[in-house]
Antibody
Framework: QVQLVQSGAEVKKPGASVKVSCKAS????????IHWVRQAPGQGLEWMGW????????NYAQKFQGRVTMTRDTSFSTAYMELSRLRSDDTAVYYC??????????????WGKGTTVTVSS | QTVVTQEPSFSVSPGGTVTLTCGLS?????????PSWYQQTPGQAPRTLIY???SRSSGVPDRFSGSILGNKAALTITGAQADDESDYYC??????????FGGGTKLTVL
């Protein structure tokens, strides 16, 4: 079955960077986009962007442009999301989710369990 | 900036029917926005319910249905159960690969 396994919790200081991984199994990794979505404590879901594992092409939400980088390693069926210049309000659970892409309006299908990132001095 | 609007909260009686909506700060929602719906309980990852307006994701019971009602996307839950008590989020596709979440609706079953 399709599964997305994310890396473990991270604690970072303000100004640092964090890189979260999302390993896919149960399907051909390059066939589906990977979205990244975050959720701050007590808040709603926020879309950050996606990567097309086949081409490496990316699309970032305007809010995160210049601070987020999404990459992939097809050899390991793994997508990565790196967020730089961390601030305290980046404290959140970060989720990856796969997607059929433009075919169905980029909806999120299967979700990872989330990675907690805490930014604190 | 496009804002996707949802009711902050809603309540339904067990066995009842409830319709949650998803609108735009300006303009009408149509199938061209490919509305999708997600359910999330506290401490858990979201679960996909509906995509492309009215297609149910694998394993989702037919108590959940999606539609366009007037100028909004809608999620209807019939025969509400206690474990339907969750947060529900809609997502709209704005074009050029951009999607946006609504603020979410907290559904109480009581």
């Amino acid at each position: 079955q399709v599964q997305l396994v994310q890396s473990g919790a991270e604690v970072k200081k303000p100004g640092a960077s964090v890189k979260v991984s999302c390993k896919a199994s149960g399907y051909t990794f390059s066939d589906y986009y990977i979205h990244w979505v975050r959720q701050a404590p007590g808040q709603g879901l926020e879309w950050m962007g996606w990567i097309n594992p086949n081409s490496g092409g990316t699309n970032y939400a305007q809010k995160f442009q210049g601070r987020v980088t999404m990459t992939r390693d097809t050899s390991f069926s793994t997508a990565y999301m790196e967020l730089s210049r961390l601030r305290s309000d980046d404290t959140a659970v970060y989720y990856c989710a796969d997607s059929y892409g433009y075919r169905d309006g980029y909806y999120m299908d299967v979700w990872g369990k989330g990675t907690t990132v805490t930014v604190s001095s | 900036q496009t804002v996707v609007t949802q009711e902050p909260s809603f309540s339904v009686s067990p066995g009842g029917t409830v319709t949650l909506t998803c609108g735009l700060s300006s303009g009408s929602v149509s199938t061209s926005y490919y509305p999708s719906w997600y359910q999330q309980t506290p401490g858990q990852a979201p679960r996909t319910l509906i995509y492309s307006t009215n297609s149910r994701s694998s394993g989702v019971p037919d108590r959940f249905s999606g539609s366009i009602l007037g100028n909004k996307a809608a999620l209807t839950i019939t025969g509400a159960q206690a474990d339907d008590e969750s947060d529900y989020y809609c997502v709209l596709y704005l074009g050029s690969g951009i999607v946006v979440f609504g603020g979410g609706t907290k559904l109480t079953v009581l």
